[in-house]
């Protein structure tokens, strides 16, 4: 069965300090990967995603993310934290074989807060 | 351009009542998506749409539950009665048709079941 894993509930880091927010997945297939945010009452908004290629895909508001396939990660990054990045951040799955549905399975989520 | 629009973005309803929630794709994206999130749970998938025809729905969680999606454009998502379990975060969200791209999301109407 597809799944995705964000062992972190909440990640601390302060201004200025880079951050990092894991996450794993497993899929049958091939996956392509992606990363949304949540802002408080806001909906979900796209921050990037991995498709093909380049192991390292770079997204909005400074952050990227690595895809290390024989770790089955996809972990989200950002070099210097900004107090304004605090929020919901949440790692999502789709599987890329032909038959399969379209659909997204997300992660529980993780709260990221950046303290000034 | 308009992102994908849902209304309301709060509802209280009493169990056994009907909700009906609604939601405005983006132009052009024959993709629709009904998600939820329930509890401060992960983010559950409903159904799918491509233009008017539901091709996936094996995220509904029962009978109660009624999507549409007339002529392609809008969507409505009904729960009829509404359970307390019902209570949670609805997203819509809405894709082009190809399977690598991204899907983009409403802000969620907030359901309370009382």
């Known amino acids: 069965a597809q799944s995705v894993a964000q062992p972190e509930d909440q990640v601390n880091v302060a201004e200025g300090n880079p951050l990092t927010v894991k996450c794993t997945y497993s899929v049958s297939g091939n996956p392509y990967l992606f990363w949304y945010v949540q802002y408080p009452n806001r909906g979900l908004q796209f921050l990037l995603k991995y498709i093909t290629g380049d192991n390292l895909v770079k997204g909005s508001y400074g952050f990227e993310a690595e895809f290390n396939k024989s770790q089955t990660s996809f972990h989200l990054k950002k070099p210097s934290a900004l107090v304004s990045d605090s929020a919901l951040y949440f790692c999502?799955?789709?599987?890329?074989?032909?038959?399969?549905?379209?659909?997204?399975?997300f992660g529980s989520g993780t709260r990221l807060l950046v303290r000034p | 351009e308009a992102g994908v629009t849902q209304f309301p973005s709060h509802s209280v309803i009493e169990k056994g009542q009907t909700v009906t929630l609604r939601c405005d794709p983006i132009s052009g994206h024959d993709n629709l998506y009904w998600y939820r999130r329930v509890m401060g749970k992960e983010i559950k998938f409903l159904l799918h749409?491509?233009?008017?025809?539901?091709?996936?729905e094996s995220g509904m969680p029962n009978n109660r539950f009624l999507a549409e999606r007339t002529g392609g454009t809008y969507s409505t998502l009904k729960v009829q009665p509404a359970e307390l379990e019902d209570s949670g975060v609805y997203f819509c969200?809405?894709?082009?048709?190809?399977?690598?791209?991204?899907?983009?999301f409403g802000q969620g109407t907030r359901l309370t079941v009382v």
């Open positions: 999502a799955v789709r599987d890329v074989r032909g038959d399969s549905s379209y659909k997204l399975i």
């Open positions: 749409f491509v233009k008017e025809s539901k091709q996936d």
């Open positions: 969200a809405s894709s082009q048709a190809q399977r690598r791209t991204e899907a983009f």
